[in-house]
Nanobody
Framework: QVQLVESGGGSVQAGGSLRLSCAAS????????MGWFRQGPGKEREGVALIDSDGSTTYADSVKGRFTISKDYGDNTLYLQMNSLEPEDTAMYYCAAQPYGGSWWCNFGTTYSYWGQGTQVTVSS
């Protein structure tokens, strides 16, 4: 059974930083695509960042140059380093994963098989 557990959210002022973590269990870390999505108040869920099985990354335009996605194979954890945070980044952030990698599967439009419960990020101006 795959479990994804996020942590690291919180409240921060604009310009600050946070690092989100997603601990994965029951999931073959090296094979599939993993990513971060977010849903702000009154908004639809959107993709933030993806990391494929080969380590290649994809970012939403709104976070390029500010956010960095990475994964640690040693402890099966996915990270999202968020710098220069803006009030518009306020959202519930979700970790997602699927068993398959490659460009066909690893994009923001794919249906992801596994989701975490979310961690709240609030950025004040």
């Amino acid at each position: 059974q795959v479990q994804l557990v996020e942590s690291g959210g919180g409240s921060v002022q604009a310009g600050g930083s946070l690092r989100l973590s997603c601990a994965a269990s029951g999931y073959t870390f090296s094979r599939g695509c993993m990513g971060w999505f977010r849903q702000g108040p009154g908004k639809e869920r959107e993709g933030v960042a993806l990391i494929d099985s080969d380590g290649s990354t994809t970012y939403a335009d709104s976070v390029k140059g500010r956010f960095t996605i990475s994964k640690d194979y040693g402890d099966n954890t996915l990270y999202l380093q968020m710098n220069s945070l803006e009030p518009e980044d306020t959202a519930m952030y979700y970790c997602a994963a699927q068993p398959y990698g490659g460009s066909w599967w690893c994009n923001f439009g794919t249906t992801y098989s596994y989701w975490g419960q979310g961690t709240q990020v609030t950025v004040s101006s």
